[in-house]
């Protein structure tokens, strides 16, 4: 359940890998979401509502909802992710996707002395880099330790841990809500961490309601054309390329498996 | 699972009864909570977040949770209903509880020829009242008939359609939200058809959650003290009363019986 | 300040007409917008933010921050509108937005004896269908007087009142959801009623605040492109057609002129 | 209009002040909270609305809505802070508050060589802490020299920087928003940083509606109880005794000021 993302690279001392592990979600989501549909367009009650639904149809409620748009059934179900081997760098972007929830490891409560961190692909790929980031985080450390044996609370002297500090965070998206989330962060101009976890998170979606999320990704690769104009990446047939491949391996697989 | 609510009076033609179904939910919600709330305060990881949580453990920190007044982690479940019987004045109101997700029938697609009304006991009680109202209802349906009967399409036909008219929707609430709803329109100053329904949404997720709930209700029986002022209805320790009676019937069953 | 929809058809009795007051609005929206796109990108403090700040800056911030689409920066201003002379058939759509902020007249404290109605268009053009919809209304308006004087409440009695009764709301959106709103509720597929509506406050904001909205409109005139698939209303060339006739006319206003 | 807080400490460097500024705010406040209240309630036109409102009324709707807690027409009047030399520790709670609107400066596109950063009381009255802290920082800068030097990119090299870096931040909150911001964050068990901020926000808008904020402040100042149970600060009487005085200062003071 737990994905391992392998980087390419020799982990160094410190380094976290990050983690995401689809905790809970609405139980049949595909079918939840076709019984809120077919609720607005039909003179149908609710005890009724779920037992005439066949799979056949629940497929063609989903791909006409998701083709025209018409997202708003889609918040009827939500997915809960536990995530770790993140940085504070991620959290800090992450909780200002305001329609979702968050439980996140307090450094106000919780003791940073044998903190985690995390090293960007791009300094952990030059020697002298890597070797002036993990310096500096052992000095982190040995100043934390300073700080709380000199009799500072934990509140204040996590004021010198640094952004790369690994933190641990629970959040639930509704599947709207995580659909605009992937578009904005799958993209290759988001931060590379976040997109990175975005990534993650998409491929555990994809194996419990893969209709719903079969065109989720970028903003490219959901609507079929880039939206950041003077900004684009300039990748976008690869993007578009790479959805395709994703879809064909799938293609076999069933709805609602949970 | 379907509950119908006797009213105490004759049901006259025409009048619908209120039914609420609990369609989906989180799995296991109490234990969600727990391992948000744990995350929080705890070095613990993403994997052993669910392992080393004993039953007991989750009772102690939900009811600490829920007497510290410490909601956020209540955000991590969510809870569908499907409802029918009820007005669009009900509907109407509802739906200015934003946080929340709604799906409802429509009248815009949906014919109304056969349309169900609801009517207020004051009226159904009162034979000259509750003769004028139907009455009402059927000059109503006449209309309704001709207008189309004339080319005026379903959109604009509706324009004669009461507040009474019958109306049906799903509707999704997380944990959090759901106090607050239910803090707002279980109230004795509530309007009676929202508070009804509010009642028997609340009796729903007692079941499967009754320890999250076991406070829930008006505002004055969840925190103990009425917040309406001048406004109060003055049947605050009836309503304390009834909840201890409800607790008390509860008290032998167990948590998350999902 | 307020604008009369002229509809091209004469005016039955009890048929009210739509007014959409621009209340209030935060001071040099533009100004404020820049104000906050500018801190995100450069190291410049409190103070001289807005000091430093030439009308051709702002004029050049807005005009990238709307073509890139990089909306967050348009929450800081809002928009508050009075609005009457609206069915509750468009009060109940309308308040499905869920970020914004409502204030509607209430039916159950405000008595309805003398209720005015909106009579929609292909209602009041048809001789047969008008007839039907006014007497209906005033055998409405008899039931209501009728039931109050049985004693029944207003908040009871109001359940005959129908989808047309006249309504007022003030309400309140950010830039960033007025932008929304007008690409769902200025499209040709939108209801005529809350499309009426949406382009008068559409013409307010413009006033106030041209750059920040001149390529507001439905979706196809806002994006280029009809997000609706095969439910197109097929009308694109004349929305964008008539955007660019909107756009020349205001040409010479200047920004911000609060 | 730019609050300097002396914290009563000498400043040792690289600690840099906090200020908070009201950038924009609805204009006349209090009215149009009047306003939005009046309509619920009365049969007003949206003409009507502002001219038949005497200050007398306005005073009196505004002390009702308070005291009865019916808070949803605050919504309709925002405030918009700009914010500087505040840390990273409270930019990450701050945008934990999800109604309200955030920018803030981006460490990903302005470089950070020049960092200014926060130091807290607790290890800036203490010699050896202090000395450690800022030797820390030093160190910090050295190392974001170095990896930009070795061609790591700044939305990399980042990842070194420390919670205590100072931040600027445009905040949005509508006032009911602001009401439940100020009894979290004004609380003394709220961390000192973001209470210290949240005094300073209380104090800016008092001076532009102080009928509206004449009771915030933490919950117990708020609501006349303290809501933490065994987690109380113990200091009830003392908040209770700084809010009365704070208020008499004030009273000579009229209305809606802008």
Redesign the interface.
């Known amino acids: 359940m737990?994905k391992r993302k392998e980087n390419g690279w020799p982990l160094p001392a410190g380094f976290y890998m990050l983690?995401v592990?689809l905790?809970?979600y609405?139980?049949?989501p595909e079918r939840?979401v076709a019984?809120?549909?077919r609720?607005?367009?039909?003179?149908?009650?609710?005890?009724e509502?779920?037992e005439k639904l066949s799979d056949e149809q629940v497929t063609k409620l989903i791909n006409k909802i998701v083709?025209?748009?018409h997202m708003?059934?889609l918040?009827?179900?939500?997915f809960?992710f536990?995530?770790?081997g993140v940085?504070?760098?991620l959290?800090?972007q992450l909780?200002?996707h305001?329609?979702a929830?968050?439980?996140?490891?307090?450094?106000?409560?919780?003791?940073e002395h044998d903190f985690q961190?995390?090293?960007?692909p791009?300094?952990a790929q030059?020697e002298?880099?890597s070797r002036?980031?993990s310096?500096?985080m052992e000095?982190?450390r040995q100043?934390y330790a300073?700080?709380t044996r000199?009799?500072?609370?934990k509140?204040?002297a996590?004021?010198?841990?640094?952004?790369?500090t690994e933190t641990?965070?629970?959040l639930?998206f509704?599947a709207r809500s995580l659909l605009n989330f992937f578009s904005l962060r799958c993209c290759l101009r988001a931060?590379w961490e976040i997109r990175q976890m975005a990534d993650l998170m998409l491929a555990e979606v994809k194996k419990v309601a893969p209709l719903l999320f079969k065109n989720a990704g970028a903003a490219c690769v959901q609507t079929g054309r880039c939206?950041?104009?003077?900004?684009t990446c300039g990748h976008f047939s690869e993007m578009i390329k790479k959805r395709l491949k994703d879809g064909k391996e799938k293609k076999d697989e069933k709805t609602d498996k949970a």
């Open positions: 737990i983690k592990k905790l809970r609405t139980q049949q939840t019984m809120a549909a609720l607005c367009y039909s003179p149908v009650g609710a005890e509502l779920e083709s025209l748009g708003s059934t918040e009827h179900v939500s809960t536990a995530v770790e940085s504070r760098v959290s800090h909780v200002r305001r329609i929830s968050y439980s996140q490891q307090s450094q106000r409560y919780v003791a961190y995390i090293m960007p791009s300094i030059n002298a880099a002036c980031f310096e500096l000095k982190v100043s300073e700080l000199l009799g500072v609370p509140e204040d996590r004021y010198v841990l640094a952004n790369a641990k965070v629970v639930t509704n931060q939206p950041e104009g003077e900004m």
